[in-house]
Nanobody
Framework: QRQVVESGGGLVQPGGSLRLSCAAS????????MGWYRQAPGKERELVAI???????NFADSVKGRFTISRDNAKNTIYLQMNNLKPEDTAVYYC???????????????WGQGTQVTVSS
């Protein structure tokens, strides 16, 4: 079994900061990309930030300069540091990990259950 678990969401005022964590666990041979996505009410899920196993990163234009993503390969964990948060960042944030369970298997995507981030005064 493989599991992806997020933590760190909550309520924060505009201009504030939050740090999200995501850990993948279970029977894992290797992990390729890991990333954060978000879904606001009435909207489709969108990519926020992604980081490869080589630590290359990519961000949505809406969060560039405010969010950073980092990764600890030894712990199969990624982090999303969110600064200068805005009300439009309010959403459920989901973690995604592309996992290979054996040397010969293909990569499959695993999703966490999501963590709520609310930016409001």
């Amino acid at each position: 079994q493989r599991q992806v678990v997020e933590s760190g969401g909550g309520l924060v005022q505009p201009g504030g900061s939050l740090r999200l964590s995501c850990a993948a666990s279970g029977s894992i041979f290797s992990i390729n990309d890991m990333g954060w996505y978000r879904q606001a009410p009435g909207k489709e899920r969108e990519l926020v930030a992604i980081i490869t196993s080589a630590l290359l990163t990519n961000f949505a234009d809406s969060v560039k300069g405010r969010f950073t993503i980092s990764r600890d390969n030894a712990k199969n964990t990624i982090y999303l540091q969110m600064n200068n948060l805005k009300p439009e960042d309010t959403a459920v944030y989901y973690c995604n990990a592309r996992v290979r369970v054996t040397r010969w298997s293909s990569f499959n995507a695993y999703w966490g259950q999501g963590t709520q981030v609310t930016v409001s005064s």
